[in-house]
């Protein structure tokens, strides 16, 4: 597992379990968003701005089936291109277009 595997994974299970995110000594707050008022957090990691966002469980996707069955699923995007760039299911990191 990379070092950058291993925030995502930190930030992703603070996420889910914790009222704070902490990262290189910093508190960051966790943020209610949307109808389903689901977790997200900001973060920086290399430079770039991402996005922590708890997974909607009523999406029709694959991810909202796992989050439907009680997976903590966590999906990062990248706030400058607004792409979804890794996804965590239970602290198990998935990067977006690596083999």
Do not use: C
């Amino acid at each position: 597992m990379t070092t950058e595997q291993k925030v995502l994974q930190s930030v992703a299970m603070q996420l889910m379990n914790e009222d704070t995110v902490k990262l290189d000594d910093r508190k960051l707050k966790i943020k209610r968003v949307g109808s389903g008022r689901l977790r997200m957090v900001e973060f920086k990691l290399n430079g770039r701005e991402f996005e922590a966002i708890e997974q909607n469980r009523n999406k029709p996707s694959r991810w909202g089936q796992l989050a439907r069955d009680k997976h903590q699923v966590v999906q990062f995007r990248d706030v400058l291109t607004h792409k979804y760039v890794a996804v965590s299911v239970d602290g198990e990191i998935t990067e977006y277009g690596r083999g």
